[in-house]
């Protein structure tokens, strides 16, 4: 069994501030971690991925996640928000021989100018 | 390449009625799936294909339908619509291969907006 929990409805930042949207897993196996970002009445966009290899990744529009076994976590940071990533970002986890990706319920970010 | 395309964007159905939520990829995508978005809900699982000729159910299977007759069309069917059934619905494919260099980045089409009264 596979889940993902993002542990926040709605996060509140600053242009210009550091911004962090948490996931956290549960996968039996190695995970396959995604983040995906939907804009309003848009499909979803992927952002970025963990596979293996280097526990940082780094995506689109200047986006990275840290993976962390330990604590199971995936979170999703920028080091300088801006208005436009204002959006709902949905956190999903697979495994290997797996390809069907279980969401998170998602996050809705707030950039405020 | 048009990726995933979904028709129609928005219908509004009456209960009991039937309709076809079309999707269809120009990637070559082995795999497909259809998800409905509730607000606060988050993604849930439909249906999903791994080709041609295969479907299988998802967490929320009940009152639709789907076949995969050819690799580019993942058409849902629902039968008797219900106001539980108002939702956004989107579909997605992806192409994971085994082995080194394996991938299953999810592309989506931009949705149908269905509401059934």
């Known amino acids: 069994a596979q889940s993902v929990a993002q542990p926040e409805d709605q996060v509140n930042v600053a242009e210009g501030n550091p911004l962090t949207v948490k996931c956290t897993y549960s996968?039996?196996?190695?995970?396959?971690l995604f983040w995906y970002v939907q804009y309003p009445n848009r499909g979803l966009q992927f952002l970025l991925k963990?596979?293996?290899?280097?526990?940082l990744v780094k995506g689109s529009y200047g986006f990275e996640a840290e993976f962390n076994k330990s604590q199971t976590s995936f979170h999703l940071k920028k080091p300088s928000a801006l208005v436009s990533d204002s959006a709902l970002y949905f956190c999903?986890?697979?495994?290997?021989?797996?390809?069907?990706?279980?969401f998170g319920r998602g996050t809705s970010l707030i950039v405020h100018p | 390449n048009a990726g995933v395309t979904q028709t129609p964007k928005f219908r509004i159905l009456k209960i009991g009625q039937s309709m076809t939520l079309q999707c269809t990829q120009d990637?070559?995508?082995?795999?497909m799936y259809w998800y409905r978005q509730d607000p606060g809900m988050g993604l849930k699982l439909i249906y999903y294909?791994?080709?041609?000729?295969?479907?299988d159910k998802g967490e929320v299977p009940n009152g639709y339908n789907v076949s995969r007759s050819t690799t580019e069309d993942f058409p849902l069917r629902l039968e008797l619509a219900a106001p539980s059934q108002t939702s956004v619905y989107f579909c997605?494919?992806?192409?994971?291969?085994?082995?080194?260099?394996?991938?299953?980045?999810?592309?989506f089409g931009p949705g149908t907006r269905l509401t059934v009264l």
């Open positions: 997605a494919s992806s192409s994971p291969r085994v082995g080194r260099g394996s991938t299953d980045t999810q592309y």
């Open positions: 990637m070559n995508h082995n795999y």
């Open positions: 999903a986890v697979s495994f290997i021989g797996s390809y069907i990706p279980t």
């Open positions: 294909s791994v080709g041609a000729g295969i479907t």
């Open positions: 996968v039996s196996g190695n995970p396959y």
């Open positions: 963990y596979i293996t290899g280097d526990n």
